[in-house]
């Protein structure tokens, strides 16, 4: 008799978020209450790439949802750099705006990190800042991305303490890799950043206890490349043709992360499932982040959020 295949316990993101969500709006209502400041966050969207739009859409029904203020601006693809950085001028100095965002990726003749480094660091809930870059590596208080935000209190839930445990993170953007790096260097895990010049990647990915995969490449990351029992935090969000082909056909996708979820399923110890993993804690740690600020800004201590 062959022994059962081992199976990943499931990271149940979507449910985590949700009672995140449920303690930021507590958290929002009794900031309201005691201190008459309702969080307000103003979201920037510049074009019509639609899946940027359905982003865009949840992330204000869910802000509403924890009982906040949320602004969208749609901004047509033309717009100027110049006319993008005044309205962020008078989002900064809007007093009930506490969080700005402005969605990326921003069309070619726009500089990105112009118009990311325009934001008020202190209202800047992405944590894409230099600013707030620089607060995270030497260890200052300060914006924290959302994504590695997210998912470094799933790996808490999950784990508990993280000291020594080797991580390896795939990916070196701005936005996950390298503020992912900080975070799980910060708990005391001994961390690797692996990219796509990374000599036997998959023999390094061997070596993780946890293994964060946010290269944006559909199931680049095999079922052989996990250590047995290892957490596994797939970034990834990819959208790619579906499964059946006649669907496929018809233009149907799906989404897909950026680990082979079959094959890692049988190896892992634990996984984050696509979708319903890490892209939910993303939108519920931009509304605490959200909620932070507006606490800040008035001198109060945010309440602690994560459980
Ligand atoms: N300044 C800026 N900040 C961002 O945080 C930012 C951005 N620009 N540009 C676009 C990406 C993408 N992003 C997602 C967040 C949540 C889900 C999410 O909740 N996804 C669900 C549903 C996935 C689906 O079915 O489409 C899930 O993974 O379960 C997805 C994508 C934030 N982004």
């Excluded at 070619?108 to 995270?136: E, Y």
Aim: a negative charge; charged letters at 20%.
């Amino acid at each position: 008799m062959s022994a059962e295949p081992a199976h990943a316990i499931l990271i149940d993101g979507k449910a985590y978020a949700a009672a995140l969500v449920d303690r930021v709006a507590a958290a929002a209502a009794r900031l309201e209450a005691n201190e008459g400041v309702k969080p307000g966050l103003a979201v920037v969207i510049v074009g019509e790439d639609p899946a940027s739009q359905i982003y865009v859409r949840n992330k204000g029904e869910t802000t509403l949802r924890a009982g906040m203020r949320s602004d969208t601006h749609r901004l047509p693809d033309t717009i100027s750099q110049e006319d993008l950085l005044a309205l962020i001028a008078t989002l900064n100095a809007d007093a009930d705006i506490h969080g700005v965002l402005v969605q990326l990726p921003l069309p070619k003749h726009i500089d990105s990190s112009v118009v990311l480094d325009a934001i008020d660091p202190d209202k800047d809930v992405d944590g894409f800042h230099v600013v707030n870059a620089g607060r995270l590596a030497v260890g200052l208080p300060g914006m924290v991305p959302c994504t590695p935000l997210g998912s470094l209190m799933l790996l808490k839930d999950q784990l508990g303490d993280l000291t020594g445990l080797n991580a390896v993170i795939v990916g070196r953007s701005n936005i996950v890799g390298k503020p992912m790096a900080q975070l799980l260097l910060a708990e005391n895990c001994t961390v690797t950043v692996a990219h796509s010049k990374t000599r036997d990647l998959a023999a390094l990915c061997r070596t993780a206890d946890i293994l964060v995969a946010a290269v944006g490449r559909p199931e680049m990351i095999k079922g052989d490349w996990i250590k047995p029992g290892a957490t596994v935090i797939d970034v990834g969000i990819n959208r790619v043709p579906s499964a059946d082909p006649v669907k496929a056909a018809e233009g149907k996708t799906r989404v897909v992360g950026d680990v082979a979820f079959k094959e890692a399923v049988e190896i892992a110890g634990r996984i984050t499932p696509v979708p319903g993993g890490v892209g939910p804690m993303t939108i519920a740690c931009l509304l605490a982040n959200t909620y932070s600020a507006a606490c800040r800004s008035i001198g109060v201590e945010p309440e602690p959020l994560d459980a």
